[in-house]
């Protein structure tokens, strides 16, 4: 049972961070119906920003201001140059445009600030944590659980402020219909550059925590797709689905890892390692089969 425990606790922690990713897609799909496949070399643009500069000397904290600033900048100038040029334009698209900022940004990064893995070091001392979990025989690591908190303050604090502040009402709005928002006199295009900017700071934690746990390398780019089973339980339009649907991700990715192979050895025979790599997209896909909004998309009715 404790060890139970102890792999159950392993994996929400991780699942917060999943979560984290996520909610870079989630708010800009909200605001403009965009699958944004750039998220994922966004985490990466933000990792190599923190490290590129503390290499020249910079404390950690400027380094991460002047990575703030980067990814704001740079977000503020994707919905500029690339998505206002393409409103009411097809999803698809929309989608093809991401897809291409993806690979200018994975082209752009290394340029700039070199392609050599490297550590980022934000002084969470990633050792087990002292506590009433370790006489129950528990371990838990430090930077893990430091990690799952910067990641739910900030879930949370997004989560409230577009559902309580009035930039929060108007990217409702604008996510209904965009053509009732301008009717009404809500400016599209500034909406839409606050929320790209926003999933640029987004990304900057996100770049932060998971390099700093993996190493400042381009398998960053690959988080996008350990977000999608997220979004696809929780649901592409809900910031708190993204955060139940990290939970539910981080759990069972955990939990299956260590009770599947074994079971599945002794029926079949054979090597049944990786588990972990796959087993969130066969849950997202039964997901799929019996509710494909997610547990808190929205139902969409065509009416024909």
């Known amino acids: 049972m404790r060890f139970f425990l102890e792999v159950l606790i392993s994996g929400l922690l991780s699942g917060v961070m999943y979560s984290l990713v996520a909610l870079g897609f989630v708010l800009i799909y909200k605001a403009s119906g965009v699958f944004n496949f750039a998220q994922g070399a966004m985490v990466y643009l933000a990792a190599l920003s923190v490290v590129g500069v503390m290499e020249h000397g910079a404390p950690l904290w400027l380094a991460i201001l002047i990575a703030f ?18 409103v009411n334009q097809p999803p698809i698209t929309l989608f093809m445009a991401t897809i291409g900022l993806a690979f200018f940004i994975e082209g752009l990064a290394p340029m700039v600030f070199g ?23 528990m371990v838990i690591s430090k930077f893990d659980l430091a990690a799952a908190a910067i990641a739910a303050v900030l879930v949370t604090t997004l989560a409230l402020f577009f559902q309580y502040t009035r930039i929060g009402r108007a990217l409702r709005a ?3 219909d965009h053509q009732a928002a301008l009717s009404i006199g809500i400016p599209l295009q500034h909406i839409w550059a606050i929320v790209w900017g926003v999933a640029g700071f987004v990304a900057l934690v996100a770049g932060m925590l998971w390099g ?12 996008a797709l350990k977000a999608l089973p997220v979004l696809i339980i929780g649901g ?8 139940v649907g990290g939970l539910i991700i981080g759990a069972s990715e955990k939990l299956a890892e260590i009770y599947l192979p074994p079971m599945m050895e002794s029926a079949f025979g054979g090597n049944f390692g990786g588990i972990e790599g796959w087993f969130p ?4 896909l039964g997901f799929l089969l019996i509710r494909p ?8 009715i065509d009416r024909v």
């Open 174 to 176: 604008v996510a209904d």
């Open 69 to 86: 600033i980067i990814m704001t900048l740079f977000g503020i100038a994707t919905e500029k140059f690339v998505l206002r040029k393409l």
């Open 281 to 284: 997209y066969v849950l997202a």
């Open 236 to 243: 592409f339009t809900s910031v708190p689905g993204a955060i």
């Open 115 to 137: 392609s050599n893995p490297r550590a980022l070091d934000l002084g969470i001392v990633d050792e087990p944590i002292e506590s009433i979990l370790n006489s129950w025989g």
């Open 212 to 223: 700093a746990r993996n190493g400042v390398q381009f398998a960053l780019t690959f988080t």
């Open 293 to 300: 909004e997610g547990l808190f998309g929205e139902k969409h």
